[in-house]
């Protein structure tokens, strides 16, 4: 039973280009959450999704941001116009219920140069 | 604000010591997970205590919980370099609500 899969591992873009995080959950689950952590920091959370819906986007910029889970396929964090600023480690994690243990993917860390 | 808050920031001890982390939290809540993320890493789920549990262990480690000071504390026993890490509490509120995280420990175990 594979784990949270998350890709790519390290994204870089450039100012102003836009960047897709994927995220599939542990199979089974059907609640996705996404976080972002910036060095030698705690996670900030940002959505929480389940299949086709947005539960919570309380911590996720108004502009720019997006997020989705659709019926098929891996919950897609989508950054447009990437500034400086956004280069952190993005996490998704994945439960079989709510507010049970989560489970992580390795990350995606994002560079914006 | 729910988010946890761990004491100390950074913890650096000798190998077969015990490391202790604090937690402190705000809000109610409906339980508090530790996890660790070594450097560079996802985090791992290491133990989940509900509010209605005072004490739970799994392998060398111990947490305790205290709704009425609005805190909790991590122990690991007999300390190993392999346990260097950061540790992080996280509370849970109830009901469609993500958990929360506080900021982590930075744990370093020396040989």
């Known amino acids: 039973n594979a784990g949270v899969m998350q890709n790519p591992r390290h994204l870089v873009r450039r100012r102003g280009q836009e960047a897709r995080l994927r995220c599939s959950p542990m199979?089974?689950?059907?609640?996705v959450y996404w976080y972002r952590q910036l060095p030698e920091e705690g996670l900030k959370f940002m959505v929480y999704?389940?299949?086709?819906?947005?539960?919570?986007e309380s911590g996720m910029p108004k502009e720019r941001f997006s997020a989705e889970f659709p019926k098929e396929g891996p919950s897609i964090l989508r950054i447009q116009q990437v500034v400086r600023g956004d280069s952190a480690a993005y996490f998704c994690a994945s439960s079989l219920e709510v507010e049970e243990k989560l489970f992580f993917g390795s990350g995606t860390q994002l560079s914006v140069l | 604000s729910q988010q946890g808050e761990e004491d100390p920031q950074a913890l650096s001890i000798q190998e077969g010591e015990n490391a202790t982390m604090n937690c402190s939290y705000k809000t109610s809540i409906n339980n508090l997970q530790w996890y660790r993320q070594n450097s560079g890493r996802g985090l791992v789920h290491l133990i989940l205590i509900r509010s209605n549990e005072r004490e739970k262990h799994s392998g060398r480690l111990r947490v305790t919980l205290d709704t009425s000071k609005k805190s909790s504390s991590l122990l690991i026993t007999a300390s190993r370099a392999a346990d260097t890490a950061s540790y992080f509490c996280?509370?849970?509120?109830?009901?469609?609500?993500?958990?929360?995280f506080g900021q982590g420990t930075r744990l370093t175990i020396n040989p």
């Open positions: 996280a509370t849970g509120l109830g009901g469609a609500q993500k958990l929360v």
């Open positions: 199979k089974g689950h059907s609640h």
């Open positions: 999704l389940q299949k086709e819906n947005i539960i919570d």
